[in-house]
């Protein structure tokens, strides 16, 4: 191989942030591209520039130590970086590189981060334990909704709908990644009205109820709508991370409000969907755990949006800090004082997904339908019911064909969309 600069596969990482890389050079050789890759996103430049400090220069090289086929590690010296700061970390190792004529394209596929990078975040205020906690749900999965239609309502409409998903069985009620504060359904007046009929839906079932309101905005206005979500009781927020950007996500987090924070990962398709290029939604979620999100959007690997059950599994099992064998292997290191996270499925869920999502992600998890509760025959309350029987026959180890048999809800939910084997 010829010697390049900023290659050396020698190189053993100990203080270092870690990426992996899948890179698809050029018109040039992979060793290069992967050597351009690594200058670029630390001390390098195109052309050779005076350097001053020559050592101290030296010692914050980026080190590409490992090339397998495509795939390239590069280690990143610690002290390249502002360890609290997830904009400067990720303007480093995805930015420029991105659209580099060197490559033909590129896509960040895990990141591993030092110990000094992990104690400078507080990570999740609750975790999975503690949601489970305030929620008052010892084993099984959570069974929430999203108002829909998604945009139309107004807040009287929203509520009502919200509260017969709850006398139904849900546990969680939760806005849509575009409902704001629009002219037709406030913010203000939704969040107040919804929250009353939180309360009155837990008098009458027995049951911990929350609201998911999205307080996605300009920062200040975000901080101003959760101070609101704080002062009538609410128990979460939620976030539209990647359309906030991550500087406004840290900002909430630092805030220490007493609520939850429910990350949406709105627009995340843009960044994550080409297999080739771009960024993996392991790292969205790992950044979203560093900076301390509750729960987060994974995916379904079913239903309606895109996304294998393979990745799915992996990205669940890597925010709940769980080891991963062989292929799956992601980060294993333990995350100091960083709490695991709770992974959320949503997009074209039904009853009929149940057995399969149980199977396939554990019971830790947060199974979310908008249109399969809303959407059945007999109404939003018997859809939140047939969506409660439905885990309720997992649990008992019985097949939905059997449990719908003494279960009207249940029986008329796989009748409009089935189940899956």
Not at 118 to 144: A, C, W
Request: net charge positive.
């Amino acid at each position: 191989m010829k010697k390049f600069e900023f290659i050396n596969l020698k190189y053993k990482p100990k203080n270092d942030l870690i990426c992996l890389f899948k890179i698809m050079p050029n018109k040039i050789s992979l060793e290069k591209a992967a050597n351009t890759v690594a200058l670029e996103s630390s001390v390098g430049t195109w052309t050779k520039v005076a350097r001053g400090k020559v050592d101290y220069v030296e010692k914050l090289k980026a080190k590409v130590f490992s090339i397998r086929g495509n795939w390239v590690k590069i280690a990143y010296p610690q002290d390249l970086f502002e360890k609290d700061n997830v904009p400067n970390i990720l303007s480093s190792i995805a930015g420029n590189i991105m659209g580099m004529k060197a490559v033909r394209s590129i896509r960040l596929e895990d990141v591993s981060f030092p110990k000094s990078i992990l104690k400078s975040f507080s990570g999740p205020k609750y975790g999975i334990e503690s949601i489970r906690k305030m929620m008052k749900i010892k084993t099984r999965p959570l069974v929430g909704t999203i108002i829909k239609p998604k945009l139309g309502l107004n807040e009287e409409e929203h509520a009502q709908s919200a509260y017969e998903s709850w006398k139904g069985g849900c546990d969680i009620v939760k806005d849509d990644e575009n409902l704001a504060s629009q002219k037709f359904n406030s913010f203000e007046k939704r969040l107040s009205k919804t929250l009353e009929m939180a309360d009155k839906a837990e008098k009458e079932t027995g049951e911990k109820k929350a609201y998911l309101v999205n307080v996605t905005a300009e920062t200040k206005e975000m901080i101003k709508r959760a101070q609101l979500v704080e002062k009538q009781g609410g128990k979460y927020v939620m976030i539209d991370i990647l359309t906030s950007g991550w500087a406004a996500l840290q900002t909430l987090r630092e805030a220490n409000f007493k609520m939850a924070i429910h990350a949406h990962r709105a627009m995340h398709a843009a960044f994550t969907r080409n297999p080739e290029h771009g960024i993996s939604m392991m790292v969205i979620a790992d950044f979203a755990r560093l900076i301390g999100v509750d729960q987060i959007h994974i995916g379904t690997g079913i239903g309606k949006l895109e996304g294998k059950i393979k990745e799915i599994k992996e990205i669940k099992e890597d925010i709940e800090m769980k080891k991963v064998k062989a292929t799956k292997k992601r980060l294993e290191q333990k995350w100091e004082n960083i709490k695991p996270v709770l992974g959320v499925s949503s997009g074209g869920l039904h009853p009929g997904h149940i057995p399969f999502l149980i199977k396939n992600l554990g019971k830790d998890l947060v199974i979310q339908a908008g249109g399969g509760i809303h959407g059945h025959k007999f109404g939003t309350e018997a859809g939140a019911i047939a969506m409660r029987q439905a885990v309720d026959a997992v649990l008992k180890k019985k097949s939905l064909k059997e449990y719908a048999k003494t279960h009207v809800e249940l029986e008329e939910a796989l009748k409009q969309w089935g189940s899956v084997k």
